[in-house]
């Protein structure tokens, strides 16, 4: 009984007029559900797997006068908008940028509210400590710190042991707390 009522089922969806309200209602019932799990199994994005899925139903409303039965079915034709609407979600999800995580949008939020004259202060203030140290650790601290490079690589660039650089960092460091310390830049 199962088996021959899904498909007298499918057989009213499929000879539903998809240009009326109640045939496209028919032919979600019917293949709305195994579209959905077509775009997630294609997309591995639920959200954007519904939206697929609107977007199939739309373009076969607007395209339902191109739908001949003769020529395959509903299933069949559906399955065809599917896959390329499929391929034009790719194509713009590869196109957005990505969206930030949430810890960098409090943050920026945060910089937000920040005075641009506190953080003008706050960096003379970091650039005089700077300055107190000596040129080799003040140089190890700003190349790693500041710009993002490996001891290993900085050791290479100046010609001494990697062990020197780590050594150069750690003092310079400790030496530019004690300094932000005096200052009372560090909470205690």
């Known amino acids: 009984m199962g ?9 009213k969806a499929e000879s539903a007029s998809l240009g009326s309200e109640a045939g496209m209602r028919a032919a979600y019932r019917e ?25 199939v139903f739309l373009r076969a409303w607007r395209a339902s006068d191109s739908f001949d039965n003769r020529r395959g079915s509903l299933r069949t034709w559906l399955y065809a908008i599917a896959r390329n609407a499929i391929v ?20 920026d939020k ?10 003008l202060l706050a960096r003379i203030e970091l650039r005089e400590a700077l300055d ?3 040129p080799e650790h003040r140089e190890v601290i700003i190349e790693v710190y500041f710009l993002g490079r490996t001891c290993a690589d900085v050791a290479d660039e100046l010609g001494i042991p990697a062990s020197s650089a780590r050594s150069r960092l750690y003092h310079g460091i400790r030496a530019l707390r004690g300094i932000l310390d005096e200052n009372g830049w560090l909470a205690p």
């Not at 945060?110 to 953080?119: E, K, L, R, S, T």
């Open 3 to 11: 088996v021959r009522m899904w498909r007298v089922r499918r057989k």
């Open 31 to 55: 293949f709305g559900g195994e579209l959905l799990g077509f775009a997630r199994n294609q997309l591995g994005d639920p959200q954007l797997a519904e939206e697929v899925v609107q977007e």
């Open 88 to 107: 034009d979600a790719r194509r713009r999800r590869e196109i957005r940028p990505a969206v930030a995580p949430a810890e960098e949008a409090e943050r």
């Open 110 to 119: 945060a910089a937000a509210g920040v005075d641009p004259y506190d953080q």
């Open 132 to 134: 107190r140290l000596t």
